[in-house]
């Protein structure tokens, strides 16, 4: 097994490890301190960004380090390696064991527990998409072990599965785009014990958004503009910010501390839980990240990330809605008995594997360096429409049961009908 492999099997036996903690243990120091971050939210008022530790390169690179496509092959198969399978199976228990328990208050709360953020960092997240030689622990590409992971963890939530990925999808564009000078600065924190809070923002408040027709403009080495819906905004230490550049779209870098940083509170009717802000920008200082056909390919990337959590939120909802049906008695028997309740779980089922299936195919041709822009946009548009339709047809299943918090197919819902208006945010 390769140092990578070692060092991956010793983070998930952390993660099993996390796993058997009760979550009430930390939950002490939860309310001040989500009193303090999002007191903003109650008033209305904005607050600068949060305060930003000192970046600073330990050694510099000559040159940026990148991730080897991974080998082509001929035959079409995306049943998982040994060690994506052991991924999958530890961040399943980690989100069934951590996320799901605290979905609810943190829902109800606009905001990601703390501890569980730095519990979830400290599992290795961010370390998926940083080569070996920058402190990762992968030595190829791998989109693909990417989408399983954030499957996973939005079995859990999606909500909480966009807040602990949001810092990942930092340390995957600076490792793909980032030159020597950004990576020697900014990569060390994301693979060490302290992991900053970081988010990847594209979206702006446009009711019809086009990432490539951005109002974010970036002039004389400084931003203005506007970013919609960013996870963990109000804690961030780091932001990529999607802007127009002199050539074209394009990502730029932007220290939270920096003179110019704004967050305001923007709370939707899904993802509460990934403690979504508006991030305002009057004349920030940023640095580019990456050029124009970068920026293409970090929209694709986080249109593929989207997909994988509407995958896992989708396999949840079925999940759930199996037990249930095949208990439920109405009229003296199981209503899965009726069938048109077999007929729409089975329709629930049929749904999900296409769009797995959609997802890992667009994940593994960019892995391989293939054309994926035709597979990336038929996987997005499967898990937006049939997303919502699984939402829709979860939430109908449970009758009036649906409706009420009681039970987390209303949350599933709501979460699902982002999928098809999310831009950024994550990456894969």
């Known amino acids: 097994m390769s140092v990578a492999a070692r060092s991956m099997g010793a983070g998930l036996r952390a993660i099993r490890g996390i796993a058997g903690l009760e979550v009430v243990d930390r939950l002490g120091i939860r309310r001040p301190l989500e009193r303090a971050l999002y007191q903003g939210s109650r008033n209305g008022a904005r607050a600068a960004g949060a305060a930003s530790r000192t970046f600073a ?66 599992l290795g997240l961010t370390t998926l998409g940083v080569p070996e030689e920058l402190g990762g622990v992968v030595s190829e590409r791998s989109a693909v072990t990417a989408v399983i992971v954030a499957e996973a963890l939005a079995h859990g939530d999606m909500g909480l599965a966009a807040a602990v990925l949001a810092p990942a999808a930092v340390a995957t564009a600076l490792a793909e785009w980032g030159d020597a000078e950004q990576q020697s600065k900014y990569l060390p924190a994301f693979v060490g014990e302290d992991v900053p809070a970081a988010a990847l923002a594209i979206q702006e408040p446009s009711p019809v958004f086009d990432p490539f027709a951005l109002q974010t403009r970036f002039a004389d080495g400084a931003l203005t503009g506007a970013k919609a819906l960013v996870p963990l905004a109000a804690s961030a230490e780091l932001f990529v910010v999607a802007a127009q550049g002199p050539d074209g779209a394009a990502l730029f870098l932007v220290e939270s501390g920096a003179d110019g940083v704004f967050v305001e509170p923007d709370p939707a009717m899904g993802l509460r839980a990934a403690a979504t802000g ?36 989708a396999q949840a909802m079925l999940d759930y809605v199996i037990p249930y049906v095949n ?18 779980v089975s329709d629930i089922a049929i749904e999900v594997e296409g769009m797995r299936l959609a997802t890992y195919r667009a994940a593994a041709r960019a892995d391989q360096g293939r054309s994926h822009d035709r597979e990336v946009a038929l996987a997005r548009h499967l898990c937006a429409q049939k997303g919502m339709e699984i939402g829709s047809s979860g939430l109908g299943l449970l009758g009036g049961h649906g409706y009420v918090k009681d039970h987390p197919v209303e949350r599933w819902y709501r979460d699902l009908r982002a999928v098809g208006v999310m831009e950024g945010a994550l990456l894969v």
């Open 57 to 122: 390169a330990a050694t510099k690179l000559g040159r940026p380090k990148r991730l080897p496509a991974a080998p082509r092959g001929d035959l079409f198969d995306l049943t998982p390696t040994d060690e994506q399978q052991m991924l999958r199976d530890a961040f399943r228990d980690f989100a069934r064991d951590e996320l799901r328990p605290v979905a609810v208050e943190a829902d109800a709360e606009c905001a990601a527990p703390p501890e569980l953020i730095r519990h979830a960092a400290g």
């Open 278 to 313: 508006r991030l305002v920008l009057e004349c920030a200082a940023a640095q580019p990240l990456g050029g124009a056909a970068d920026y293409a390919e970090c929209v694709r990337r986080a249109r593929l990330a989207w997909c994988a959590l509407a995958v896992g939120t």
């Open 327 to 344: 208990e439920r008695i109405a009229f003296g028997e199981p209503i899965a008995n009726r069938q048109a309740v077999a007929f729409a």
